[in-house]
């Protein structure tokens, strides 16, 4: 135990990063089971409305900043070293800083709960100057903000270390065009999360100035500006999106070459692809903004088009990898193309809102909703667990069962889709996000019922997985060092890999070291 | 999608059908070639994988086609946003602001009409006729969002915020805030009814105590 606490290993940091993950991911999900048995039927009284207010600022919270961001880094962590041939990240006792920064920041967000006036409940987002409203009662708010500047703290943190890392540590042979797309994707991330980060860290810090010392920055009356805390906070939170999804571009790139037994299709443009959209995902943040009325819209359109462009490439790509090779519909497969199946509604749907003509009737209703979790949940969220199946072996040293796997894949998949396809019709039919209550009109109370049929789905799926994962304690089937057949560098030395990674320094003289 | 009840609004649904056309297209041709990949090459006995890894003719190609396909929906959303964003001027001027949980409607000849959450108050719009509504919040930011118009527009505290729009057929839409505003942002709805012009005039005329 204090073995753990003290640790500076990258690998039993990162494995420590998984697991708060998935604890975090399993309060997200109760969270989500409130928000959709209190919408099952119209005028529903099963939570009142403060109450339901936290419970949708929570789930998003969590989802955003304390799953799907931290498991890309935990992930990273893990695996970097092993993918570039390092014995350790370059700065080991920043890096547990950093683990122990984004539990403590993740547990402040909560303590909200235990305050009179309970948790934030003005949406992740918090906009000003809803946020400074009940300064002398709404602790949860200030909470937040103080546990958000926590984890992003965190991230810069962890962001500087990896690159540090990848750019000094590689193993002998192992060049910047050698190193495994993941390891690439999280070089994208970490630059972005560098740029983006700051304004989020600026934005909070103003409004707990506001809240407490009455600056004002966002208040019209003593001429501070409410658009202000919306350019601050997206400036951020666009590229946020981006952080929680080229991790994944990058877990999904290794699963797809592995299981069709080909090198990456496109590598170089995978490469580039990358850093395009991590560029022009900083050109975007007020496709946020377009009915405010107080940005120019179509500058902010057409940048935003132009992301689906390198996005286009990597899917082509993954097809290409695909193309003519020799498929093997293994767990880790599985929820990779259920990533592609997915992540593709979201980006349509993501093309379509960057209109602004369709966004004056999608923005802030349910459209919106169906869209961010087509790519962050659909996508994210199925490349994760792709993950799982697919490094477990490597954490650990045995190995996931794959009868079950496929049952954990078919019930998240079908219950992914009875939950959020549904969402998109709301959403056109006028239901608005963030209401605890809606009215029994049109196809709106169907569409709920279907929604929430599906989410339970989902949460077989996730109560299988734990099973699934507590049964292979048990068991202990050994797995081998490479049982997947895998070509990066992590599957050349031992499951688990031994303190330091590598008894010999492993030899590199392609991008397929474990060919 | 909802009937649109307004010029804008119809223009606005051009926009959903091309997109979602296009959108279509694209997602079956993707499908498509996934679902070729997953049957045709599937790991059977015997089977080995082609080892390529580039081709160059072909990554030029699908970088080149999506980038005209954004050329062109950004064109077609450029052509449709302007006449919607354009503001007019027109004779007919209704300040429109939001609170905490409600609505206030102020109309040209200072009827003026306010709601609660528990009672949504009534915005009466006259048909086949411009309308110009000011938008202003009192408090925090909500949002002006009729569903039937295909349309919102924010009203953030501290800037007035301007539309135009020409309703084309009668009828009661329920509307509501779409920006969360707080406790009871659920219950902030109005209702949009656009009437004759006769009976808007009856209307102001009345000084909001006639309800048409």
Known sequence: ?????????????????????????????????????????PNNTLLGAHAYNQVFTLHGTAMIFLVIAPFGFGLANFLVPLQIGAPDVAFPRLNAAGLWLFVLGGL?????????????????????????????TGAGQDLFFIGLLMTSISTILTSINLLVTVFLLRAPGMTMWRIPIFTWEIVATSLLVLMAFPSLAAAFAMALIDRHMGAHFFDPAFGGNPVLYQHLFWFFGHPEVYVLILPYFGMITEIIATFSRKPVFGYVGMVISAFAIAGLSLGVWAHHMFTTGAV??????????????PTGVKFVNWIGTMWKGAISLTVPMLFAVGFLLNFLIGGIT?????????????????????????????????????????????????????????????????????TF?????????????????????GHLPMLNAIATLGSALMALGAILFFVEVLLAVRRRIPAGDNPWGAYTLEWMTSSPPPEFNFETLPAVRSRRPAL | MTDPASLQGVAMRTDWYIFIAAGVAVGIFVYVCIGWCLIAYRDRSGRVAEQFENNKPLEILYLVIPLLMVFALFGVTYAIEM????????PNRIAVTAFRWSWRFEYPNGTSTAGTPTKPPTLYLPVGRSTQIELRSDDVTHSFWVPAFLFKRDAIPGMINVFDVTPNRTGRFVSRCAQFCGLDHALMSFVVEVVPQSTYARYLAGNGTVTP
């Not at chain 1, 990258?10 to 919408?39: E, P, T």
């Not at chain 1, 396809?421 to 009109?441: D, L």
């Open chain 1, 1 to 41: 135990m204090i073995e753990w606490l003290t640790t500076t290993d990258h690998k039993k940091i990162g494995i420590m990063y998984v697991v708060f993950v998935l604890a975090f991911f399993v309060i997200a999900g109760v969270l989500a089971g409130l928000i959709r048995a209190q919408l099952a039927v």
């Open chain 1, 108 to 136: 402040t967000v909560f303590a909200g709960l235990a305050t009179y006036g309970g948790a934030a409940a003005t949406g992740w987002t918090a906009y000003a100057p809803l946020n400074e409203y009940f300064v002398g």
């Open chain 1, 296 to 309: 120019s819209n179509p500058f902010f359109s057409a940048v935003s088009f132009l992301i689906a462009v």
């Open chain 1, 350 to 418: 993501g093309v379509m809102i960057a209109s602004p003509p369709i966004d004056y009737q999608a923005h802030d209703s349910y459209f919106i909703v169906q869209h961010f979790h087509y790519t962050i949940g659909g996508g994210s969220l199925f490349a994760l667990f792709g993950a799982l199946y697919f490094w477990f072996p490597k954490m650990f040293g045995f190995r996931l069962d794959e009868r079950l796997g496929r049952w954990v894949f078919a019930l998240l998949f079908l219950g992914f889709n009875a």
């Open chain 1, 421 to 441: 396809i549904p969402m998109g019709f709301m959403g056109m039919e006028g239901m608005a996000r963030r209401v605890y209550t809606y009215p029994a009109v």
């Open chain 2, 83 to 90: 006449p919607i964003d354009r503001v007019t001027g027109p």
